[in-house]
């Protein structure tokens, strides 16, 4: 089983809808988990930290299912310039930090 | 976060040569990490480069073909030695910025390619 586990899509959405990617991870000791996006040729940049109680920033809402080992991210009212891959990561907590990127999910937002 | 920047941005070189990719950071950081990226994959963690003391290597990325160097708190150096076709990739660096968490900021990467 990966480590992190997400599914690649893409997700071909229109202007203005709601989409939802998940992601799931092996290691139940995992502390921190993140979501980044990374644009085509472009490195990754970190979108948000995924929070125990779930957290929201703007249009995007993450949450963490702990029992489940897994981890959501929602982005409402998609706008063209979402389009891009975004990447579950984990850190494993092996004592020091570590994170495990997911291959992550690649987004397009369609006029 | 942090400003990184990583030298040269890309390059084509001839298998059994070696590069040295260098990461520049504006403040000072703890830990430096030096990542993966192969054509249509995600991220793979090669080492943790600590200031002071040798790096760290994951499974499967050893010294000899992957030797890094800390000198202080603000750079580092990754070189790809003796390289073939299989090494071509992007190489990032990244820093950890202590905010309460361990958020990692990514250098504009390095494409490698391997002839």
């Known amino acids: 089983r990966k480590e992190v586990e997400q599914d690649p899509g893409p997700f071909n959405v229109p202007e203005g809808a709601t989409v939802a990617f998940n992601c799931t991870y092996s290691n139940s000791a995992s502390q921190s988990f993140f979501w980044y996006r990374q644009d085509c040729r472009k490195e990754p940049k970190l979108l948000m930290s995924?929070?125990?109680s779930g957290n929201e920033d703007g249009r995007f809402t993450a949450q963490l299912n702990r029992a489940s080992q897994y981890i959501s991210l929602l982005i409402r009212d998609s706008k063209l310039s979402d389009s891009a891959t975004y990447l579950c990561v984990v850190n494993m907590n092996t004592g020091f930090q570590k994170l495990v990127f997911g291959t992550g999910t690649r987004l397009l937002v369609s006029p | 976060s942090a400003v990184i920047s990583q030298k040269p941005s890309r390059d084509i070189c001839q298998r059994g040569t070696s590069l040295t990719i260098q990461c520049q950071v504006d403040?000072?950081?703890?830990?430096m990490f030096w990542y993966r990226q192969q054509p249509g994959q995600s991220l793979t963690l090669i080492a943790t480069?600590?200031?002071?003391?040798?790096?760290?290597?994951e499974s499967g990325f050893v010294i000899d073909k992957f030797p890094i160097s800390r000198p202080n708190l603000t750079f580092s150096t990754l070189t790809v030695s003796n390289m073939s076709p299989e090494d071509s990739s992007i190489y990032l660096c990244?820093?950890?910025?202590?905010?309460?968490?361990?958020?990692?900021?990514f250098g504009p990467g390095t494409r490698l390619l391997v002839l």
């Open positions: 995924v929070y125990s």
């Open positions: 480069a600590n200031q002071g003391s040798e790096a760290t290597y």
């Open positions: 403040s000072q950081v703890t830990m």
């Open positions: 990244s820093v950890s910025i202590s905010t309460g968490g361990e958020t990692q900021y």
